[in-house]
């Protein structure tokens, strides 16, 4: 699929949005797990390479922050994977303490075989089994001889919501071998009663009317088309697809940014958190 030829928008937006980006910030900040055997929420964050899923790390500690933040390393050049280990990001919330919810980065999918993560080794994340700092071996799967595997993960070494992060510019990124993948994984998380969600990033390269102005991004007749499409191909609800534009060339943050970021991530928790009650 290629980049949006035309221009058109709805007269009203097809999702509501929320105005005041106060609440969803104030959400994120007060949130505590209920589940005493958890101290934080684990998000994972997958999908091809080159989507956006440091940036989007960087792009919520840049809204929680008030500033532009890049402590996830990202590459707007490489056409694979920058992220080579199982990292996890925990958010500063003050000088003395950090979000109750953290993400973890992972290697992107790639269209080769031998190229990008093994599907097996993220399932295997999605278990609590790779541990910090564990570098990918695109060729071969963990095994549990590896230095990284941990052989008895807790509740809180374990994912309890798994994001899928998609850039809505081009879906050719999006090969058969990558979709499988996807797919793929997504059946291991339901098997896992894990709750799933999706982000479209770079809806501004995907749409002249939203690059002009940010407001119009639910109000794109191509990107409801896109999220659509991306419902059809993975069988995730619509309900569960968020679009964001990612903090890359701004230097300063924007409230209109904000809110699609912020949405996104009180969906994440939300989801998490009906997880972790459930355990």
């Given at each position: 699929?290629?980049?949006?030829?035309?221009?058109?928008?709805?007269?009203?937006?097809?999702?509501?949005?929320?105005?005041?980006?106060?609440?969803?910030?104030?959400?994120?900040?007060?949130?505590?797990?209920?589940?005493?055997?958890?101290?934080?929420l684990r998000i994972l964050l997958h999908g091809?390479?080159?989507?956006?899923?440091?940036?989007?790390?960087?792009?919520?500690?840049?809204?929680?922050?008030?500033?532009?933040?890049?402590?996830?390393?990202?590459?707007?050049?490489?056409?694979?994977?920058?992220?080579?280990?199982?990292?996890?990001?925990?958010?500063?919330?003050?000088?003395?303490?950090?979000?109750?919810?953290?993400?973890?980065?992972?290697?992107?999918?790639?269209?080769?075989?031998?190229?990008?993560?093994?599907?097996?080794?993220?399932?295997?994340?999605?278990?609590?089994?790779?541990?910090?700092?564990?570098?990918?071996?695109?060729?071969?799967?963990?095994?549990?001889?590896?230095?990284?595997?941990?052989?008895?993960?807790?509740?809180?070494?374990?994912?309890?919501?798994?994001?899928?992060?998609?850039?809505?510019?081009?879906?050719?990124?999006?090969?058969?071998?990558?979709?499988?993948?996807?797919?793929?994984?997504?059946?291991?998380?339901?098997?896992?009663?894990?709750?799933q969600l999706a982000i479209l990033t770079k809806?501004?390269?995907?749409?002249?009317?939203?690059?002009?102005?940010?407001?119009?991004?639910?109000?794109?007749?191509?990107?409801?088309?896109?999220?659509?499409?991306?419902?059809?191909?993975?069988?995730?609800?619509?309900?569960?697809?968020?679009?964001?534009?990612?903090?890359?060339?701004?230097?300063?943050?924007?409230?209109?940014?904000?809110?699609?970021?912020?949405?996104?991530?009180?969906?994440?928790?939300?989801?998490?958190?009906?997880?972790?009650?459930?355990?």
């Amino acid at each position: 699929m290629s980049t949006c030829v035309t221009s058109a928008l709805f007269s009203q937006p097809w999702r509501p949005m929320l105005k005041n980006n106060k609440e969803n910030l104030d959400f994120a900040k007060s949130y505590q797990p209920r589940n005493n055997e958890a101290t934080h929420l684990r998000i994972l964050l997958h999908g091809p390479a080159g989507a956006g899923k440091s940036s989007f790390i960087n792009s919520v500690e840049s809204v929680l922050q008030g500033r532009i933040a890049s402590r996830a390393l990202s590459d707007a050049t490489s056409g694979s994977s920058f992220t080579r280990k199982y990292t996890t990001y925990k958010l500063r919330k003050d000088p003395e303490g950090f979000y109750s919810f953290i993400f973890n980065d992972i290697m992107g999918f790639e269209k080769k075989t031998n190229n990008g993560v093994h599907v097996e080794d993220v399932k295997l994340a999605l278990r609590g089994h790779v541990k910090e700092h564990y570098e990918f071996i695109p060729a071969r799967q963990m095994t549990e001889d590896d230095m990284g595997y941990h052989s008895c993960p807790t509740l809180d070494d374990k994912v309890h919501v798994l994001v899928s992060v998609i850039p809505a510019d081009s879906f050719s990124i999006l090969s058969d071998e990558v979709v499988k993948k996807m797919k793929d994984l997504r059946r291991a998380a339901s098997d896992m009663g894990i709750p799933q969600l999706a982000i479209l990033t770079k809806v501004d390269k995907a749409c002249p009317k939203v690059q002009q102005d940010i407001k119009n991004v639910y109000k794109s007749k191509y990107l409801k088309q896109q999220v659509d499409e991306f419902s059809m191909l993975l069988g995730m609800p619509p309900n569960c697809i968020f679009l964001v534009k990612n903090y890359e060339s701004e230097i300063n943050t924007n409230d209109d940014i904000d809110a699609l970021i912020l949405c996104a991530l009180r969906q994440m928790i939300s989801f998490g958190e009906d997880f972790l009650y459930n355990q």
